[in-house]
């Protein structure tokens, strides 16, 4: 393993109906001990009409790992979406939950990395599917990138993906991400950001794929049929090694596949 890859969580997202969203932020309150202030954000749009607001999103600090006062880093985050457009406008976060015929699904799982960058390129190398570059925001001193969701050629989206984070990343790395990607530097948007992305997405029908179609089918071809434990080491170094080559030949020719 190496040091970048020691993912720890750092949060998770719950999509929610509206009959239960405001149910579960009281669950929060009386059944997690949450207190005011560890609803760490909240996010909200313009009723229709233009007459008050609409909560979109809330971030709830569930608990503190580790001693009594320990580190930051040691919470349990939950942060909880519900589909804020007027009923006859599209929503992903609903269909999301209508497609999985649920009230609630848990959309995506946060992991932090100490090297975000390096991290995010060992991922690339390998092939994998990002739909943000790497984002930064100021308001909670952390860089961020979105993966594609997971699920196989032919099959619908799972409205499943995973967001990988680096928490007080340091002035070399900010630089290096200043230099590389201005159009993305924006503060406390980045969730704003996530969700227009998804939104495109959905009305286009194009979601983006964790693993493209044909790399999906190239690790199949690997596996031929057997069982996770019927697979070892030697398995493992010609999935790499494939998933490098097609991470290479997809950086000399940007892949369009979705």
Known sequence: MKPYQNLTVDHMTLLLDPELYGVMYLVYRCVFGVAREDVLYDRRRPAAGGKGEVSMT?????????????????????ATVQPSE????????RE??????????WQHIALRTPDLIAFHRHCLERGVNFIT???????????QVFSG????????PSAVFFEFVQRNPSPEAVKM???????AWFRDKTFLGLYQEKENEYRSGKVTPFLDPELHRSLQ???????????????????????LAYGAAKARTPSTAR
């Open 177 to 183: 991400l200043e230099e590389r990607n201005r159009e």
């Open 133 to 143: 570059p790497i984002l930064k925001d100021d308001h909670d001193d952390l860089i």
């Open 221 to 243: 071809g690997l596996i031929a049929g057997r069982q996770v434990f019927e697979l070892g080491d030697a398995d493992v170094a010609a999935a790499d090694k494939l998933m």
């Open 96 to 105: 999301m939950l209508a497609d999985h015929a649920a009230a609630a699904h």
């Open 58 to 78: 809330f971030a709830s600090r569930v608990g503190k790992g580790g001693p009594v006062g320990g580190t930051a880093m040691d919470n349990t985050i939950i």
């Open 86 to 93: 007027p009923a006859g406008e599209r929503s992903h976060v």
């Open 149 to 156: 969701e997971l699920y196989h050629p032919g099959g619908k």
